[in-house]
Nanobody, 121 residues
Framework: QVQLVESGGGLVQAGGSLRLSCTAS????????MGWYRQALGNQRELVAA????????FADSVKGRFTISRDGAKNTVYYLQMNNLKAEDTAVYYC??????????????WGQGTQVTVSS
C-alpha cells in the first residue's frame, strides 16, 4: 500500500501563487508516475500535471506556462505543484495521485485526501 499526504491548499487572490506538496510513504517501490488531478464543483476530475517515468512531465493545456511540477531531489517521494498566476477557474479540490506497477502490465493508482484551492477574483 502507498499512502499519499497532501498539503498546501488554501485561499488566494487571482494572480497569486500556491504550492502543493504530496508525500508518499509505505510500499513506494515501482512508482512510475505521480502528479495531481483536480475536480471543480459539478465537473469531472481532470489531470493537471504529472511526472512520468521519473523525468517526463505532462500538463493540462489550461495550466501550461503557469504551473510546474517537481520532486525533491533528495527525497524521491515528495512532489510539488507550483501554481502561479492563479485564476478563478483554477478553484477546485486538488488530488495527488501515484501509479504503481504491481505486475507486468498491471498498475494500481493511489490517491491523496485532496486539498481545496480557492482563487478569489
Amino acid at each position: 500500500q502507498v499512502q499519499l499526504v497532501e498539503s498546501g491548499g488554501g485561499l488566494v487572490q487571482a494572480g497569486g501563487s500556491l504550492r502543493l506538496s504530496c508525500t508518499a510513504s509505505g510500499s513506494i517501490f515501482s512508482i512510475n508516475a505521480m502528479g495531481w488531478y483536480r475536480q471543480a464543483l459539478g465537473n469531472q476530475r481532470e489531470l493537471v500535471a504529472a511526472i512520468i517515468s521519473g523525468d517526463r512531465t505532462s500538463f493540462a493545456d489550461s495550466v501550461k506556462g503557469r504551473f510546474t511540477i517537481s520532486r525533491d531531489g533528495a527525497k524521491n517521494t515528495v512532489y510539488y505543484l507550483q501554481m502561479n498566476n492563479l485564476k478563478a477557474e483554477d478553484t477546485a479540490v486538488y488530488y495527488c495521485f501515484a501509479d504503481q506497477t504491481i505486475a507486468l502490465g498491471s498498475q494500481r493508482r493511489y490517491w491523496g485526501q485532496g486539498t481545496q484551492v480557492t482563487v478569489s477574483s
